[in-house]
């Protein structure tokens, strides 16, 4: 227990190095620089960093955007945020292969965000992320989402 990685507070945090898709690498080697959390953006600044994340191919950094979106936005919109952080880590099971998790977190994510289709929040493409997800449930090919609607 004395070797667990902790923060200031005693709070259990792990700092060994990770890949672009979030998996633990050995101490020591060489990582992709870890999304910094607890950040309060703008919805905008939300989206446009979490888009940048995954066409760089880093789906577990864009859940962790989304996350810090779905702790300090307004309650209103938690389980938009909430969904978007789902498809974000089923896209990111997606890419590791983990199609049976993948399809769970996707088909989760898809439920949490529909609601808000009518509003599209933020120029969300609610429709076409809950249609992409749906399918990529369904057949996990890992394939970037567009967040936002083309206009």
């Known amino acids: 227990m004395g070797d667990r990685d902790r923060d200031e507070s005693g709070k259990a945090r792990n700092a060994r190095p990770r890949d672009g898709l979030g998996r633990p690498l050995p101490y020591g080697a060489e990582g992709v620089e870890r999304q910094p959390e607890g950040i309060v953006r703008s919805p905008e600044e939300t989206v446009t960093e979490a888009q940048r994340l995954l066409e760089d191919g880093k789906p577990f950094h864009a859940h962790e955007v989304f996350e810090d979106a779905w702790k300090s936005g307004p309650d209103s919109e ?40 009518p509003e599209h929040p933020h120029g969300l493409d609610i429709s076409g992320l809950v249609t992409w997800a749906n399918a990529l449930a369904d057949d996990p090919a890992f394939e970037v989402p567009r967040l936002r609607r083309r206009t």
């Open 78 to 117: 938690r389980e938009l945020w909430r969904g978007l952080a789902q498809l974000a880590v089923g896209l990111t099971h997606a890419a590791r292969g983990n199609s049976s998790g993948a399809g769970s977190l996707l088909r989760r994510g898809a439920s949490n965000i529909a609601p808000f289709e």
